[in-house]
């Protein structure tokens, strides 16, 4: 940094990083024009650190989503969104510069940030809807998010910093986090993603027995933590009650998301836990009760289920078009829509249901 530049909270994240990489220094990749004047990415930069414990791998670290200038926000306790990403790639032998693709994902996650308002936070998840490394032949094809084993909070003159790490997991290993959570899937695994460093050519934790085995052990002891889940594709559509006609109420689910939402309930409700799922449109809120029942106001439906709904709904709830209803809940019906999934430029490239 121009030492005209009045940058602490910059500074202080240089500091920390000095603390474990000494007089290393690292590629670093700015950014020419602002986000704020038009520019491209939000990010002001990505430093990318040489490390090779616990295998040789790139240390990524962001500086952007923090305030490293002046002060700007009314929050004195955190510094701008409160956290920097932080990200570990396995390093080849022979490679002296990182890979393009994990400075787009990281910028990426600043449009994402900076579009949505949305903060990560250590045990969030994110679907990426397709390889992580566009084109890769790679089973990660979503990110978890946990605290860097390296480097701890910090406080700041303009607020507390977090450091976040991405790390790349499969679509099953998506699955049981949100059936379960994503720090026990993480800490299951960490014999086999040692310092939750992402390697593009790992398979699924899952395959390896004793892990499956913790992570279904901990989904049956303690449910989901998943209490919260945005899905595109959820919809609702008022019955007709004619004298002649009748159609019931309908809630409308998109094919992708709707087998582990029916795993959600069992792990939501049947430990005595709400799930809400919400869109752009609407809000849906499954609740426990002694009777199943529901109504709607102001764009909420409550769902109210028991037992025995929860067995009826979760087990019709997988992922292929279709309209049913439950025995155990007259007046309402379930409608699987297809999902179409798109890459970048909007062309379908898989359709699920």
Not at 64 to 84: C, R
Not at 211 to 218: D, Q, Y
Not at 232 to 242: A, F, H, R, T, V
Request: net charge negative; glycine share 10%; charged share 25%.
């Amino acid at each position: 940094m121009s030492e005209e530049v009045n940058a602490p909270g910059w500074d202080a994240i240089d500091l920390e990083l000095g603390k474990i990489y000494g007089e290393q220094q690292p590629k670093h990749y700015g950014t020419m024009i602002p986000y704020a004047l038009g520019g491209p990415d939000p990010l002001d930069g990505i430093s990318a650190y040489k490390s090779e414990t616990p295998v040789p791998h790139w240390h990524f670290v962001t500086y952007g989503f923090s305030e490293l200038y002046e002060k700007e926000s009314e929050n004195a306790e955190h510094s701008g969104y409160g956290f920097e990403l932080t990200f570990r790639l396995v390093r080849k032998e022979d490679e002296e510069e990182p890979p393009a693709w994990a400075l787009n994902l990281l910028q990426n996650m600043g449009r994402y940030v900076f579009g949505s308002g949305n903060v990560f936070r250590s045990g969030d998840y994110l679907d990426a809807n397709g390889p992580i490394c566009l084109g890769a032949d790679t089973l990660l094809t979503a990110l978890a998010f946990t605290h860097d084993p390296e480097l701890p909070a910090i406080d700041t003159t303009n607020g507390h910093v977090e450091f976040i790490q991405m790390v790349g997991i499969t679509g099953d290993e998506l699955e049981a986090m949100q059936t379960w959570n994503t720090l026990g899937v993480l800490e299951a695994g960490l014999a086999q993603i040692p310092g939750y460093v992402t390697d593009l050519s790992r398979d699924s934790l899952l395959e390896v027995p004793a892990i499956a085995e913790a992570v279904e052990r901990g989904m049956e002891q303690e449910g989901s933590n998943t209490g919260f889940l945005f899905v595109d594709q959820l919809g609702w559509e008022p019955g007709k009650k004619g004298l002649f006609k009748k159609q019931p109420d309908r809630v409308k689910l998109g094919a992708k998301q709707a087998g582990i939402i029916g795993k959600l309930l069992r792990g939501r409700i049947l430990k005595q836990k709400d799930l809400t799922l919400v869109s752009q449109e609407i809000r849906v809120i499954f609740e426990p009760g002694e009777s199943a029942g529901f109504h709607m106001e102001d764009q909420e439906v409550s769902i109210r289920l028991n037992r025995e709904a929860v067995t009826e709904l979760s087990q019709r709830l997988v992922p292929l078009e279709s309209e049913f209803g439950l025995a155990s809940l007259p007046g309402l019906s379930f409608q699987i829509v297809k999902t179409h999934i798109k890459d970048q430029e909007g062309n379908v490239v898989e359709t699920i249901g």
